[in-house]
């Protein structure tokens, strides 16, 4: 064999997945299954997309990669960072570098080292992109203009709109069928106010749609009433010298009675991005070249537009439609090319759109009581899963007798329907102090009024406990002999903890990171994981520190599905067009595999073995 | 205090400050000020004094402060590397004496890319060209475009910025005369709203 073609989809759930299969929806799947094979396949602690696909493309637990989470803390300050990638700037002349926090070797390496080409779409954690032999397009992990994993802007007429959590809301006023209003960019860190750029929109109630004049690109583009529009390249001035330019596109909601307008977080225009995204530095925008403009932040889906209410379920589909597209366009324009190595393209988008229909699978779901229930939308991850069927089809065509296919999903999808307050239960355990006179529901974000001195540990991320540790964090108190005692103790009490509202188990179990973890970044590691049951979660305000009242709550978000729960519980997929040992296949396992491929020796740190020997 | 000065006798204004492909020349146009300078006096002299003229350079030695004077660019890479210098006099001899072409221009942006990796946050840098100037350093209240400067105000315009009196008499006019110099750290962002933007739109949180 020459060749290895992968594609990834994010999330895909394998009881829906069988289920469809049992009863002949998939039929590219199937097809390969019957080639090769199918298996569960094993992911990480914690099943998240960062995680697991780093321990993908390293072939090591995340002791070996450094990346547990979406969130790591800053023990300094104990204040939550993102734990992707990180700015540094040498000094006040000089450009940020973004330095991939992604560590190990990815496989790739030892491809490129012995002349193998890879193609590698959109792999996750690979910002700033891998210097590989070959071709590599950044994916989860870049940002958007602002900095941020996406901060979209609402327009309106209405007076009593408030912007929630990253957004930015604008009012704006309708004269005489026309609306002046900005495109929000980047943050100055100087001033600290919004380098805007001017549009100007003009309303043509009798055809349902607006056109928005700019100094942009195009200069005059149209927007149809609830249909997201073509992209508009924008220019900030952030300086009197510099400037930066971003793509966005728009999505009208209403024109009467109310204005109304979406605009999506800008993202990095391909041809002059703010930072690298792809390897060679050109490729990004060769692409573009070929397959017109495309999404190129992390987070393609605007799955924050939709939880605040500022498009609905069938244009966030709509939009979900709108990046599968792009990103098929994109495989068939490399596939068309490649002759050998190491082909891979990542399609997000399974996971993003379950995470924000799962709720419409279970009419009792609690996030359908605010909400509402679309029986409509009942079977949307399953109709989405079979748009995913027929890309898999599409890729089929590429493979030869001298190729290796392979289909993953680098974890499963479950229902989010109760989360957990872990700080109050840390705090109701006398493992977490409030300042005196403070009570939960007193203290916001960012352990605000946590008094440090008497607190023994906390949690942050999704579903990360760290302890207060002397030497360690700022103003630790535990010494090693205490700090073994308060896990010993939290792992008792908060295994097996039960809900007694709901009358169920909602932590299965607590791990110690020894026990999941080994290698170089151990220490970078939370010192305890809690293993949620089907259904639970950390509530939302626990990742970023807060201590709200009560043990549990009811998820009411549209995000009404998630898999950051006990990894046992959300496995992924796994198929390949060739017979492979299918007895529990971890994740671990591919590397090794595609190496061996090409004849290419797996490295000391490569955890699995090859599943084809 | 470090004082930086790049003198590239060749560059003119009228290319310097309009390529927009410039873009370390323009980050630092943008953080500190720039303009035209007319032709009058000399930048590195500070004062004329009956038999003797008093050169920038020499104000500085008389202040002990670690002065190096060079046109070669391996000396600067090294006095850059290292870091014992105060006070950092460059006088690109590899350019063209004059009419630089596009790429001539292009190697400046470039050579200084390199320049800036290597200084603390606390240099003061003077990017001189044959009638114009960029100057930026923390402390600098000034910015945006200058105009009406003089060469000779180069001089007792760094001295000034760089924390020293000036002599009783000067050849030319300092610009920060009788203004507040910044505050260095007033340039640091409000790190806990950075924060929320940087984690924004995550989804799970």
């Not at chain 1, 990834?8 to 299954?33: C, S, T, W, Y």
């Not at chain 1, 099943?47 to 993908?56: D, E, F, K, L, N």
């Not at chain 1, 992390?298 to 209410?309: C, I, Q, S, V, Y």
């Not at chain 1, 399609?347 to 009419?363: G, I, K, Q, S, V």
């Amino acid at each position: 064999m020459n060749k290895v073609i992968v594609i990834g989809l994010d999330g895909f759930e394998p009881k829906i997945a069988e289920a469809m299969m049992a009863r002949g929806e998939l039929p590219n799947l199937q097809k390969v299954r019957e080639q090769g094979g199918y298996a569960r396949l094993g992911t990480t602690y914690s099943a998240q997309t960062p995680v697991a696909w780093s321990t993908y493309s390293t072939g090591t637990n995340p002791g070996g990669h450094g990346i547990f989470d979406f969130l790591s803390r800053d023990p300094k300050t104990y204040l939550p960072v993102m734990a992707l990638s990180r700015y540094e700037q040498k000094n006040a002349f000089v450009l940020p570098k973004v330095v991939n926090m992604r560590r190990g070797t990815p496989f790739w390496d030892l491809l490129s080292a012995r002349d193998v080409p890879s193609t590698i779409l959109r792999v996750p954690c690979a910002y700033p992109p891998d210097q590989v032999k070959g071709r590599m397009l950044s994916g989860v992990g870049v940002p958007d203009l602002r900095g941020g994993f996406g901060t979209p802007t609402f327009y309106s007429t209405r007076k009593d709109l408030h912007a929630d959590q990253s957004e930015k809301v604008i009012a704006v006023r309708v004269e005489g069928e026309r609306v002046a209003t900005q495109v929000i960019g980047p943050r100055d860190p100087k001033t600290k106010s919004d380098h805007k750029f001017d549009i100007q929109i003009q309303i043509l109630r009798a055809e349902n749609k607006i056109i928005i004049s700019s100094q942009g690109q195009p200069d005059k583009l149209e927007v149809q009433l609830g249909k997201w529009s073509k992209w508009l390249k924008v220019r900030f001035k952030v300086g009197m010298m510099q400037s930066v330019a971003g793509i966005v596109r728009f999505n009208l909601r209403q024109i009467e009675p109310e204005f109304e307008l979406y605009a999506s977080p800008v993202n990095f225009e391909t041809e002059e991005p703010l930072f690298p995204i792809s390897h060679p530095k050109e490729y990004a925008h060769e692409l573009a070249m070929k397959i017109g403009r495309y999404y190129t932040a992390g987070m393609a889906e605007d799955h924050d537009g939709l939880n605040l209410n500022r498009f609905d379920e069938a244009a966030y589909l709509d939009q979900c439609h709108i990046v599968m597209r792009e990103r098929r366009r994109m495989m068939e324009y490399e596939l068309g090319r490649f002759e050998r190595g190491y082909f891979y393209c990542l399609y997000d988008t399974p996971d993003r759109l379950a995470h924000m229909f799962w709720r419409f699978r279970e009419a009792d779901h609690p996030s359908n009581r605010p909400h509402g229930y679309n029986v409509e939308f009942a079977n949307a991850i399953e109709e989405h899963y079979r748009e995913c069927d027929a890309i898999v089809g599409e890729a089929l065509k590429a493979v030869d007798d001298e190729t290796l296919f392979i289909v993953l999903s680098d974890h499963g999808m479950n229902s989010f329907r109760r989360g957990l307050n872990l700080n109050t239960w840390l705090y109701e355990n006398g493992f977490l102090a409030l300042k005196p006179g403070v009570q939960p529901g007193e203290s916001g974000d960012f352990f605000q009024n946590v008094d440090w001195d008497n607190t023994k540990a906390f949690a942050l991320g999704l579903g990360c406990i760290f302890l207060n540790l002397k030497g360690r964090e700022a103003n630790g108190i535990l010494n090693a002999e205490a700090a073994e005692q308060t896990r010993e103790q939290i792992v008792r009490g908060l295994s097996g903890l039960v809900d007694a509202e709901r009358g169920a188990v909602a932590v299965r179990s607590v791990v110690r990171r020894e026990q999941v973890y080994s290698g170089p970044y151990l220490e970078e590691a939370p010192d305890l994981l809690v293993n949620f049951s089907e259904g639970y979660r950390v509530s939302w305000d626990t990742p970023l520190g807060g201590v709200p009242q009560g043990l549990f709550a009811d998820n009411h978000k549209r995000w009404g599905g998630d898999h950051v729960i006990d990894p046992a519980l959300v496995p992924g997929v796994l198929f390949m067009n060739r017979k492979f040992r299918a007895d529990s296949p971890n994740l671990v396992d591919l590397a090794p595999t595609i190496l061996n491929v090409f004849g290419v020796p797996k490295n000391a740190e490569m955890e699995g073995s090859d599943l084809l020997s | 205090m470090n004082v930086l000065v790049l003198n590239f006798p060749g560059a003119e204004r009228a290319a310097l400050f309009t390529d927009e492909r410039l873009e370390n020349l323009r980050r630092l146009m943008d953080m500190g000020c720039f303009g035209a300078l007319n032709a009058a006096g000399e930048w590195n002299v500070l004062a004329r004094q009956e038999n003797h003229t008093l050169t920038l350079m020499e104000y500085f030695q008389q202040a002990d402060k670690l002065c190096v004077e060079t046109t070669d660019p391996v000396t600067l890479r090294e006095k850059l590397s290292v870091g014992d210098w105060d006070y950092l006099q460059y006088t690109a001899a590899s350019y063209p004496a004059e009419a630089w072409s596009a790429d001539d221009y292009r190697r400046l942006d470039r050579d200084l890319g390199e320049v800036l990796q290597e200084l603390s946050d606390d240099t003061l840098i003077t990017i001189l060209g044959r009638d114009c100037f960029v100057l930026v350093s923390a402390v600098n209240p000034l910015s945006g475009e200058y105009s009406g400067g003089s060469a000779c105000d180069i001089a007792p315009t760094l001295v000034q910025l760089a924390g020293f009196p000036l002599p009783s008499v000067t050849e030319g006019k300092s610009w920060v005369e009788g203004m507040e110099l910044n505050n260095a750290a007033g340039l640091t962002a409000d790190e806990q709203q950075i924060l929320r933007d940087r984690l924004s739109g995550l989804g799970y949180i």
